[in-house]
């Protein structure tokens, strides 16, 4: 006999499952806990099945029996419900992987693995702002060159002319894995390599030689500048190392009797994959920067492992953007440029130009800054020849910059390197 609303819902759970028909296969499953669900129970090819057709009242009595008889008619045409069913939900489920978005992320979950933290949220946050508000939920088959193309003019058109530029080599990733995998049939993102705008490229604000007297004073004069930033600076000035490989510099890395400071590779510039295999890179200490590590140790954070600890938040190390703000207070950044514009990464091309030009050896130099050696057996020797090169260039360097800041009359390295 059919049932009604009335019915249903006057239904009491009892200590076991109650089965309620309503008839053609059409069933009411009441659970103890008082859970309702639809079944249909039917045959095919000589096997008895059920099909699962939603919780009351989520589906009502109406629309159970629209579903039952949606199945019916299936049946008649030879087809099984349950493995039609399975089907709409497989392909809902690859309409839902295929959004660009959603093969965004697959790609950013496969790449982080082999970036640094921090580049993957940079990534992660260039789509995030720019794609995906336009882009994200479309399926990335039907998004068109064109379209692509508009939305990464938008990008141009604000100035951010090497955004665009990257953001279309991270699409035309994303588009090769949704090629590969079979939800895109062409990566419009490879034929736009040539539509943006190129890029002029700007080396980084540093400080020429004739500017470096003026730099040095006013680092050494401004009262408004932690005697913590101001030794930061001059450690990188003189051993001419990143700045995030400096601000992460643990007491554990450096070793003052033998003069040396170990960077290990977990906080070198390297990508992920890289680092387990990779090498140390061994700095040679003149003994201006063995000072600047000992008088450090005098005001040593007890607990921090840090030899720049940041004082605002307990076990990290000082932000590598301490220095910029250092920089604005003495006129060479930020909104107070009266003096010039100086970055930290410039402090590098500053002590390759000088030294170059005076000669000393480019290789001992490309060693020094850490740059990547294509040939592993050359970087092998460079990493044992170099090394008494390296400590004297460096002690020459140490000793130029601490002559410069007491305003000696030394317009050329090449008087102290002879």
Known sequence: MALT?????????????????????????????????????????????VLALGVYPDVSLKDARVKRDDARRLLADGQDPGEQKKKVERERLIEAASTFKAIADEWLKKMSAEWAPRHANAVRRSLEMHLFPSLGSRPINDISAMELLMVLQEVEQAGSHDTARRLRERCNAIWRRAVKTGRAAANPAADLVDELIKPVSKPQPSLTQDELPAFLGALATNEHITLQTKYLVKLVMI??????????????????????????????????????????????????????????????????????????????????????KAFERMGYGGNNTENGRVVTHGFRATASTILNEAGFNPDAIERQLSHKEPNKVRAAYNRAQYMDERRAMLQCWADYLEKVEQGEDTALLAAVHA
């Open 5 to 49: 609303k009335l019915e249903i819902d006057r239904i009491e759970p009892g200590e076991k499952q109650i089965k309620v028909t309503d008839g053609q296969g059409l069933y009411l499953l009441v659970m103890p806990n008082g859970a309702k669900y639809w079944r249909l129970k039917y045959r095919f090819a000589g096997k008895e099945k």
């Open 239 to 324: 051993c001419f190392t990143r700045i995030g490989e400096t601000v992460r510099a643990t007491w554990a890395d450096f070793d003052l009797e033998a003069g040396l400071w170990t960077i290990p590779p977990e906080t070198r510039k390297l990508k992920r994959a890289l680092k387990a295999a990779a090498a140390p890179h061994v700095v040679p200490l003149p003994s201006q920067a063995i000072e600047i590590i000992k008088q450090l140790q005098m005001h040593r954070v007890e607990g921090s492992e840090y030899v720049f600890p940041s004082f605002r938040y307990r076990h990290r190390h000082m932000s590598e953007a301490t220095p910029l």
